[in-house]
């Protein structure tokens, strides 16, 4: 058996393309455009990439896109009086702040300090705390991509049994969240955990985001289950720079029922569903009506 892979590109073309089509016709019926800012603090090259990306893929979908990069000793109180003007401008209705921050600003307090309405990557606490108790919230884009993938592939989430390899506040604990809300079984595992193989072997879906290159094998999934692989890990292979996921793909493709590759599989649909959250967030503070994106749609309108 061959696994069905899981096209990330493919699905994150339909997210944007249905986030375009809506944001088109909201402008055409409101004169309103929904407006993305992204702050970057420092010069970390893969954040100047996700950045560019970011930008260029928000003007594409239709939006405005509001860059703030600032150096690297900007001081806390610089940084916040910035979230402080951007919660209050009218043109802006997502804001997202790279991490990693500079060592000496406390993430936690940049964080929160976004409004929750505008908070499109979804790490506020108030939106932590919605979607933990099963409210209507901005979800994190990568465990959302990870749920409208996984949807694609399974109807209904009821009696189905869901390992999250990882437990961090930007994929673990939410993902395990999401899949509780839709009605599975749910088991955590992380790097303190003892049992993982036998954990796994029970899974009819796995997501893994553990930052452990080929850390999940062959012999730990159960035969059909459904693998997402969220680890993006760069290495040396035969003498060359790679990028491979948690996940022995090579292998585990040959048991399960369906996987994500690496690239090319959750990494698009991160920035996607960003775009998406962007687009609900203004439909919220406008009033307007908020329709969840699907993967399948015919007619994103």
């Known amino acids: ?25 909201l402008h055409a019926r409101t004169g309103l455009t929904p407006g993305l800012a992204v702050v970057l603090v420092g010069q ?15 003007v594409e979908a239709g939006m405005r896109s509001f860059e703030h990069r600032l150096p690297a000793d900007t001081q806390a109180d610089d940084l916040l009086g910035l979230i402080h003007r951007l ?31 505008k908070d499109v990557d979804g790490f506020h606490i108030s939106n932590v705390g919605m979607v933990g108790t099963g409210q209507d919230a901005i979800v994190p884009c990568t465990p959302l991509g990870c749920m409208m993938m996984l949807r694609h592939h399974h109807a209904d989430f009821r009696g189905l049994t869901a390992l999250v390899i990882g437990h ?3 994929v673990g604990k939410p993902m395990a969240r999401l899949l509780l809300n839709a009605d599975c079984t749910v088991m955590v595992a992380h790097k303190s955990s003892t049992n993982i193989p036998e954990l796994a072997r029970m899974a009819d879906i796995v997501v893994v985001a553990a930052g452990v290159p080929g850390l999940v ?4 999934i159960k035969p059909g289950a459904t693998v997402i692989d969220v680890g993006i890990n760069r290495i040396q292979r035969d003498g060359k720079p790679a990028l491979v996921g948690d996940v022995d793909f090579e292998n585990v493709r040959h048991v399960a029922g ?8 959750v990494g698009p ?14 439909c919220h503070q406008n009033g307007l009506e908020d ?9 994103p309108t």
């Open 168 to 170: 961090s506040n930007i």
């Open 217 to 220: 094998r062959a012999e730990w």
């Open 291 to 299: 329709q969840p994106l699907l993967l399948d749609e015919q007619d």
């Open 1 to 25: 058996m061959t696994a069905q892979l899981i096209d990330g590109k493919s699905y994150a073309a339909a997210v944007r393309a249905g986030v375009a089509q809506r944001s088109a016709a």
């Open 258 to 265: 369906a996987i994500t590759p690496v690239p090319g599989g």
């Open 87 to 117: 919660n209050d401008d009218p043109q802006v209705h997502g804001i997202l702040v790279q991490l990693p921050l500079p060592a000496h600003l406390d993430s936690r307090a940049v964080i929160n300090a976004i409004s929750p309405a």
């Open 269 to 282: 649909m991160t920035i996607a569903c960003l775009l998406a959250n962007t687009l609900s967030a203004f």
């Open 44 to 58: 970390d090259p893969a954040s100047e990439v996700y950045v560019r990306a970011r930008g260029k893929q928000a």
